[in-house]
T-cell receptor, first 112, second 113 residues
Framework: DQQVKQNSPSLSVQEGRISILNCDYTNSMFDYFLWYKKYPAEGPTFLISISSIKDKNEDGRFTVFLNKSAKHLSLHIVPSQPGDSAVYFCAASVGGSEKLVFGKGTKLTVNP | KAGVTQTPRYLIKTRGQQVTLSCSPI?????VSWYQQTPGQGLQFLFE???????NKGNFPGRFSGRQFSNSRSEMNVSTLELGDSALYLCASSPDRGNYEQYFGPGTRLTVT
């Protein structure tokens, strides 16, 4: 049973436009959410996180939105740059646990 | 500050053998977690160590084990290797336990033939 789902395996956007990556979860006990990006042959790199007590967190071009009632979060990248092309993973944990549950990732391609 | 380092980066083993992978966390980080990444299952949590004690464990058989040393360095061991153990094994460290982001190493690519 997949508790964290990223339903879009891939997404293609034009440079300068907004990229929106989506993530759904089923476990209502999740209270901490993270986004990672991964380039080939490298480990995942932390991007941004959000606690369940918030509904939005921003860091530069990256904003994460959390909708607890819908069990949905999204990552917005504005403006998108070609260097953002990577696989993006959504992850969640319960009660500050180090056990992260990951989605299967969305491959973002930003075209110049 | 140096990042998380993992050795070796690539490894080829035969079914039935055992393997030990090593992880050095970021200096000052005390929590080390291990993950397995495969095309079919994605990233799956193996276990987490803090203060030389296993604190969390994922749904993997007992053939997968680990340990952490007093300097926070960690090793994981897989005994009686199976073809399905072929994967990228990732180590991640964080400063402490709780809601801290985890920083990942580049991984060890294990191929079992």
């Amino acid at each position: 049973d997949q508790q964290v789902k990223q339903n879009s395996p891939s997404l293609s956007v034009q440079e300068g436009r907004i990229s929106i990556l989506n993530c759904d979860y089923t476990n209502s006990m999740f209270d901490y959410f993270l986004w990672y990006k991964k380039y080939p042959a490298e480990g995942p790199t932390f991007l941004i996180s959000i606690s369940s007590i918030k509904d939005k967190n921003e860091d530069g071009r990256f904003t994460v939105f959390l909708n607890k009632s819908a069990k949905h979060l999204s990552l917005h990248i504005v403006p998108s740059q070609p260097g953002d092309s990577a696989v993006y993973f959504c992850a969640a944990s319960v009660g500050g646990s180090e056990k992260l549950v990951f989605g299967k990732g969305t491959k973002l391609t930003v075209n110049p | 500050k140096a990042g998380v380092t993992q050795t070796p980066r690539y490894l080829i083993k035969t079914r039935g053998q055992q393997v030990t992978l090593s992880c050095s966390p970021i200096s000052g980080h005390r929590s080390v977690s291990w993950y397995q990444q495969t095309p079919g299952q994605g990233l799956q949590f193996l276990f987490e160590y803090f203060s030389e004690t296993q604190r969390n464990k994922g749904n993997f058989p007992g053939r997968f084990s680990g340990r952490q040393f007093s300097n926070s360095r960690s090793e994981m061991n897989v005994s009686t290797l199976e073809l399905g153990d072929s994967a990228l094994y990732l180590c991640a460290s964080s400063p402490d336990r709780g809601n801290y982001e985890q920083y990942f190493g580049p991984g060890t690519r294990l191929t079992v033939t």
